[in-house]
């Protein structure tokens, strides 16, 4: 198997070949976790692999269809509402490790941050939904930029503990709501181990082919805890071999088409290439530093037949979205014309006529 194969299996593991109708929860819980820091873009990762306009999407997030909140890494991951308590249990206590050393330098231990708990199921209790600048006036803490920093660790843990979750968007404001308002919890639970076999099939499903170290960095577990799950479930998968590195996938056939023509105009922090510790299947070394910097910011990208060929962005304004290109080479003008079929997805995603330049 070559490093082009496996950008095409990634291709179709991650839905971006768009062979049945999904719905933008159905991804996310194909996905597992979505990377979703940047809500405007996370929102076109979910619509790149469906049907679903943005309208949709929203409304999926805004009826808990699909919860936003800070689960396997210390940062936003859409999830779905069914898999929200399992994933959180399994990955909470790693992640509590950032919020709690962050909290405390700022005067905030266990006890203060239980007791921020306490006031904010209290005045979120009856469905409500508060932006953290609302909460943050009824925890008594001021908006400063030290501060900030403060109310973003103290929200962080009150997800971990599974208090709160993203609520409904309050215009362009992101809200919290109480977890257990928006989604029920399960009447049994999983054993960690069977938590952890369960997160590893769902990401070598998804996210296939893939490494060892490329599920530690997702999953956000060490490289031993991964091993011994990889071992306790490797009858379940296949694994392939190349430059001695191994690779594991599920329910993926190694026999597919690798000739598909297809244009993707990706989102930034897209799981096609975050989702992986080592990316060199996707983009090649020399173009990595065009399309993500060494300290995690990520570009949206141009991926044609699953290699990043460039990268995008896009204005939007009042009746149309603006969208400039930079290619990591030089591209004929006929071809260009043919790269932008590409775009004709997110004009319809949008709803919104697009002007390219």
């Known amino acids: 198997m070559t490093h082009q194969e496996i950008s095409h299996y990634r291709i179709v593991s991650q839905k971006l070949n768009k062979t049945s109708q999904n719905s933008p929860q159905e991804i996310v819980r194909h996905l597992g976790a979505m990377q979703a820091q940047d809500y405007t873009m996370a929102k076109w990762a979910i619509g790149s692999r469906c049907d679903s306009t943005e309208k949709e999407i929203e409304e999926a997030v805004n009826s808990a269809k699909i919860i936003r909140t800070h689960i396997l890494r210390p940062t936003w991951h859409f999830v779905a509402a069914e898999d ?12 509590k490790r950032f919020t709690t050393s962050s909290a405390s330098k700022y005067g905030f231990d266990a006890k203060k941050l239980d007791q921020a708990n306490s006031v904010i199921e209290k005045i979120l209790s009856g469905n409500n939904h508060l932006t953290r600048d609302e909460i943050m006036q009824e925890l008594n803490i001021k908006k400063t930029s030290s501060e900030d920093f403060l109310s973003a660790a103290i929200m962080m843990n009150a ?127 020399e173009h990595q530093s065009k399309a993500f910097t060494n300290n995690g910011i990520f570009k949206p990208i141009i991926l044609e037949d699953s290699k990043v060929i460039g990268t995008w962005k896009r204005t939007i304004k009042k009746d149309v979205a603006k969208i400039e290109t930079q290619f990591f080479n030089e591209t004929e003008t006929s071809k260009k014309e043919i790269l932008f079929e590409g775009i004709k997805a997110f004009e319809n995603y949008l709803e919104t006529k697009i002007i390219i330049e």
């Open 84 to 95: 929200i308590y399992w994933m959180l249990e399994l990955s909470a206590p790693q992640v």
């Open 159 to 285: 997800e971990l503990d599974g208090f709160v979750c993203n609520g409904k968007m309050k215009g362009k404001q992101i809200t919290y709501a109480l977890l257990e308002e928006r989604v029920s919890k399960p009447k049994s639970k999983l054993t960690k181990e069977e938590a952890l076999a369960k997160l590893a099939l769902r990401y070598f499903e998804s996210h296939g082919p893939a490494t060892l170290l490329d599920f530690s960095w997702w999953s956000g577990f060490s490289p031993t805890i991964c091993k011994s799950i990889i071992n306790a479930i490797e009858l379940q998968m296949t694994s392939v071999e190349i430059n001695s590195q191994t690779y594991w996938l599920v329910n993926q056939s190694t026999n597919s088409n690798s000739n598909h023509k297809s244009v993707h105009f990706l989102p930034a922090f897209d799981e096609i290439l975050i989702s992986y510790k080592s990316r060199e299947a996707s983009i090649l070394l």
